[in-house]
């Protein structure tokens, strides 16, 4: 098994709500990846959990809290986003953090209104 | 800093070898990686080099690095019209220990006409 999944595949929310994105992954991997991309953009990575622990955070703002409840789940929450956090939020995971293979999910398109 | 570029668009004929080049700037990545993303999709890892190999042979994937030019390729033989996607060159740099920071060139759209 291969497989990144993520839930939702699509959200839509306004500058006042909270919500969460999920990803879940059964491949034994320790390290786990948020990434944003923008339309026509490249991923861009927002942060790093190494065997359940933060070890990147490249300067997001903190209405994007990351947490790793346990190695095979890594969930984003979302609080008073702006309409220009409009994007496709990837996740991804690897065997390990110098691991040279990540694996992405389809990502969650989120629309903030 | 750290700078991947692409070519931003490619069409070929099905049946045509296609050709995506990048040239990447820093000298330290380790590894350098082909994605692919297909419409609404998420990325799909094609293939990887490290960098002290100059040649990579994958079924229909040839990539091919050129360190002292800094240049990377993929080369798809025979291509298919389920080939069309947006293909990211990136280069991954040693990040305090871990590999996980993935640098993206911007992506070359191929469109493949039957």
């Known amino acids: 098994d291969t497989e990144v999944t993520q839930t939702p595949k699509h959200l839509v929310m306004g500058m006042t709500n909270k919500k969460s994105l999920k990803c879940e992954q059964h491949?034994?991997?320790?390290?786990m990846y948020w990434y944003k991309q923008k339309a026509k953009k490249p991923p861009e990575l927002m942060f790093v959990?190494?065997?359940?622990?933060?070890?990147i955070n490249e300067s997001v703002p903190s209405r994007f809290s990351p947490e790793c409840p346990n190695s095979s789940l890594l969930n984003l929450h979302l609080h008073a986003l702006q309409p220009e956090d409009s994007a496709l939020y990837l996740c991804?995971?690897?065997?390990?953090?110098?691991?040279?293979?990540?694996?992405f999910g389809p990502g969650t398109r989120l629309t903030v209104t | 800093g750290e700078d991947v570029e692409q070519s931003l668009f490619l069409s070929v004929r099905e049946g045509d070898s296609s050709v995506i080049n990048c040239t990447y700037t820093?000298?330290?990545?380790?590894?350098l990686y082909w994605y692919k993303q297909e419409p609404g999709a998420g990325l799909q890892l094609l293939t990887y080099?490290?960098?002290?190999?100059d040649m990579k042979q994958d079924q229909r994937l040839t990539v091919l690095l050129n360190k002292k030019d800094k240049h990377l390729s993929l080369r798809i033989a025979d291509t298919q019209t389920g080939d069309s996607a947006i293909y990211f060159c990136?280069?991954?740099?040693?990040?305090?220990?871990?590999?996980?920071?993935?640098?993206f060139g911007k992506g070359t759209k191929l469109s493949v006409k039957p």
């Open positions: 991804a995971s690897s065997q390990g953090p110098r691991s040279y293979e990540q694996y």
């Open positions: 491949m034994g991997h320790r390290a």
């Open positions: 959990y190494s065997y359940e622990k933060l070890s």
């Open positions: 820093d000298s330290s990545s380790t590894y």
């Open positions: 080099i490290f960098s002290n190999m």
């Open positions: 990136a280069e991954s740099i040693d990040y305090g220990g871990s590999q996980g920071n993935l640098i």
